[in-house]
């Protein structure tokens, strides 16, 4: 076992019990132990570790863990692997790229699965192969021999100008859906991100949000229009900290996911919304308005928390058909 393999071993057995600033502090310290120290393999006994699947998983979500991935999305990854190496028998050393194809065939015959769904198998069994085969688990590169699956892209809908007219006036009345549609449209935060916001992360004199990446679990800067700030600002009333929206009866109980996107599905009822709107449609639309009136895609990507563009542009920013009839309109 190397120095890197022991500290990975170790943080790995620690996630859970510490905080992301604790796990960075113990790979430090461990790493400074063990500076001048070898590691010798023990060659008294046989070795009697078997390098099987569950070997290679466990190694494969303690370099994840390492690198940041959050928990999460490893669960999501390991589930998929899994359930191939279940369902094929097959053995991680002797897999190739065409078990893989001949298993995202099966399944989609089988179990008639979509080719979102099997454009995701593919994703994922392509990471863990390039993983494997970068960390010298295996010979050969796998995933090379993985065909790239193109999952037919679905329809991008935002909240038309008019369905966010119709929304505000519909339900001003109410303080926490109101101070929720307008930090919406202002910041577009992820719902995980609404949840986690507290009082403290806003600066309603600069008309700030701090807002904790809920993928990334790095800060951004977000802006607060007029109305944003007012709304949030009678919503919260005299309360000085804690979580930014809480229940109608527990003050410093922040509102669970469900619960918000329960709240944003009703907001979007209110203005006539011909879709199932979610929170992710209000983050869609506060794209797509933000990249209308500045045509900057850096500064709406930064917004939103994104490390490409691409990702921004490609699903995010919806077709503005009210813009492009007027463009028509104009050059006839």
Not at 164 to 177: C, E, F, P, Q, W
Request: aromatic letters at 10%; one cysteine or more; hydrophobic letters at 35%.
């Amino acid at each position: 076992m190397t120095k890197t393999e022991l500290i990975n071993d170790v943080v790995f057995c620690m996630t859970g019990y510490l905080t992301n600033d604790g796990i960075d502090r113990l790979k430090n310290i461990i790493t400074v132990k063990l500076m001048n120290i070898n590691l010798t393999a023990s060659e008294t006994l046989p070795s009697n570790e078997v390098y099987n699947n569950d070997w290679i998983l466990k190694r494969y979500i303690i370099d994840l863990t390492a690198t940041g991935r959050k928990q999460s999305t490893i669960n999501l990854y390991i589930i998929i692997i899994k359930k191939f190496f279940e369902e094929t028998r097959l053995n991680y050393h002797t897999c190739t790229g065409q078990d893989v194809m001949d298993y995202i065939a099966l399944r989609l015959y089988r179990d008639k699965i979509s080719k979102a769904y099997a454009s995701t198998i593919q994703r994922y069994m392509s990471a863990f192969f390039s993983w494997a085969y970068r960390k010298k688990h295996i010979e050969e590169d796998v995933a090379r021999d993985i065909d790239k699956i193109k999952a037919p892209q679905k329809r991008k809908e935002r909240l038309s100008d008019e369905e966010i007219v119709k929304a505000s006036l519909t339900i001003s009345n109410d303080l926490r859906l109101n101070a929720l549609f307008e930090l919406m449209l202002s910041a577009g935060p992820r719902v995980g991100e609404i949840s986690n916001l507290k009082i403290e992360n806003l600066d309603f004199q600069r008309k700030e949000v701090r807002i904790l990446g809920e993928k990334t679990s790095q800060w951004r800067t977000c802006f607060m229009t007029e109305r944003c700030k007012q709304a949030l600002q009678v919503y919260i009333g005299e309360r000085s900290a804690g979580p930014v929206f809480v229940g109608k009866r527990g003050l410093h109980v922040a509102l669970s996911r469900n619960t918000i996107e329960a709240m944003a599905k009703e907001i979007a009822v209110a203005g006539g919304c011909k879709f199932n709107a979610t929170v992710h449609s209000f983050r869609k639309t506060f794209a797509s308005r933000e990249y209308r009136r500045t045509n900057d895609i850096l500064y709406v990507s930064k917004r939103l928390g994104h490390s490409s563009t691409d990702v921004t542009m490609r699903y995010y920013i919806c077709d503005d058909v009210e813009l492009d009839r007027t463009k028509a309109n104009t050059a006839a």
